[in-house]
């Protein structure tokens, strides 16, 4: 027998846009820098009235519209170093190409403030990224690099990584992730290479000088 949810998820017969936001699960992790992709992620569900209170393929997740398009907007509750596991159930069941698969992260190769749109290439050493491409095979999808900075010393990255934003930086994370969202919605609508023209800018980190 058809399971009627199953059927409901995935009728829409055109192409599904799947936007993954990258973190850790749990009320610890929240607010912290490695958490950047669920902090977007929730904002741009709530911004275009999507909610994500299912939980299937280790996610948290629900399917909407963008721009006219639908999407599936997702988090995985697998912990950032399997990421891959929940992507690749998501990309399987949507049948999402790999070139529709949008990811949000955090970057410490950026300052805080700074937004990059990339589509495809390597993964920076992130372990989320890693893991997602290890598991589609692939690296073509589009990503989201939102700036965290990093510490003074490369020992100190993963402690820092899982560190609460700070006092200041908390100040300027709703300007941050507004950016995110818009950035988001301008590949749906407009495509990447428009959304590149006009947030891959110089001094797009202007934020950072106010912390």
Do not use: W
């Not at 909407?64 to 399987?92: E, Y």
């Not at 990059?116 to 589609?136: Q, T, V």
């Not at 900075?149 to 100040?171: H, I, Q, S």
């Amino acid at each position: 027998m058809k399971n009627p949810v199953k059927e409901q998820l995935n009728n829409s017969g055109s192409p599904v846009k799947l936007i993954v936001g990258l973190g850790n699960p749990g009320i610890r992790y929240r607010f912290s820098r490695h958490n950047m992709g669920f902090l977007v992620l929730d904002a741009l569900a709530k911004e275009q009235d999507i909610e994500t209170r299912r939980k299937n393929f280790d996610s948290c997740f629900g399917k909407g519209m963008i721009s006219g398009v639908t999407a599936v907007l997702a988090k995985p509750q697998t912990f950032m170093n399997l990421s891959g596991i929940t992507v690749k159930k998501l990309v399987g069941y949507f049948k999402t190409d790999i070139e529709d698969l949008i990811v949000i992260h955090d970057d410490l190769d950026l300052p805080l403030g700074s937004l990059r749109i990339k589509a495809g290439g390597g993964h920076g050493g992130h372990k989320g990224l890693i893991s997602i491409i290890d598991h589609l095979g692939g690296s073509e999808f589009i990503r989201i690099r939102l700036g965290i900075g990093k510490p003074g010393y490369r020992e100190m990255v993963e402690g820092y990584v899982l560190e609460r934003f700070t006092e200041d930086e908390m100040k300027i994370l709703p300007d941050i992730i507004t950016r995110a969202c818009d950035a988001v919605v301008e590949v749906i609508s407009s495509g990447t290479q428009s959304a590149m023209c006009q947030f891959n800018v110089r001094n797009n980190n202007k934020l950072n000088k106010e912390v």
